[in-house]
């Protein structure tokens, strides 16, 4: 069974940077595509951005700017750093597993297959 | 504001169907068929229920379909159960430099 855990903590200043990390218990971890996505308090669902095992990346053009996805292969993690944050980066942090494309045509996958149970980012001073 | 549009609720009484829809555009839902669905029940993670518009993954039941007409999206559940009450969202690919879009959610009152 795919599980995935993020870590990282709970609070952070205004203007600060966000860290956090998820950790994958998947033998295939290197065969997959990596998401980040965040829900706001009483709101909807947000995609950040993925990352493949080479490190190839993709964000969502919106907050491109102030994100950066890394891997690390040796421990099955991957890492999401937000710089600039404000309070409307107060949210739950999810990470997902998104599937590798179809072998026969190359078709790349866009949907989420495994997440996290999320953690909740706090940006406050 | 979301990308794709959803109704705010919807409610129906155990055993009846619903369908929730997903209004998208000619750059989104309606030119790809990769538009996925996921319940959310309250503190807990989302859940893939459709991907690529009216597949289901392994352990999800059939009462859950999935299709798709023009740039609007349907999820529909048959024979509703009080299990099912949860939000519901949908998501589609929408190309180079979008990537990928998440409609506001509708949370299913099961009466």
């Known amino acids: 069974q795919v599980q995935l855990q993020e870590s990282g903590p709970g609070l952070v200043r205004p203007s600060e940077t966000l860290s956090l990390t998820c950790t994958v218990s998947?033998?295939?971890?290197?065969?997959?595509?990596w998401s980040w996505i965040r829900q706001p308090p009483e709101k909807g669902l947000e995609w950040i951005g993925y990352i493949y095992s080479s490190g190839i990346t993709t964000y969502n053009p919106s907050l491109k700017s102030r994100v950066t996805i890394s891997v690390d292969t040796s421990r099955n993690q991957f890492s999401l750093s937000l710089n600039s944050v404000t309070a409307a980066d107060t949210a739950v942090y999810y990470c997902?597993?998104?599937?590798?494309?179809?072998?026969?045509?190359?078709?790349?996958?866009?949907?989420?297959?495994?997440w996290g149970q999320g953690t909740l980012v706090t940006v406050s001073s | 504001q979301s990308a794709l549009t959803q109704a705010a609720s919807v409610s129906a009484s155990p055993g009846q169907s619903i369908t929730i829809s997903c209004s998208g555009t000619?750059?989104?839902?309606?030119?790809?068929?990769?538009v996925s669905w996921y319940q959310q029940h309250p503190g807990k993670a989302p859940k893939l229920m459709i991907y690529?518009?009216?597949k289901r993954p392994s352990g999800i039941y059939n009462r859950f379909s999935g299709s798709k007409s023009g740039n609007t999206a349907f999820l529909t559940i048959s024979g509703l159960q009080a299990e099912d009450e949860a939000y519901y969202y949908c998501?589609?690919?929408?190309?180079?430099?979008?990537?990928?879009?998440f409609g506001g959610g509708t949370k299913l009152t099961v009466l």
């Open positions: 997902a597993r998104v599937p590798p494309p179809y072998k026969n045509t190359g078709t790349y996958k866009y949907y989420f297959d495994y």
């Open positions: 998947d033998d295939s971890f290197s065969n997959y595509y």
């Open positions: 000619s750059r989104d839902v309606g030119k790809y068929d990769l």
């Open positions: 998501c589609s690919y929408a190309g180079s430099g979008t990537y990928v879009v």
């Open positions: 690529e518009v009216n």
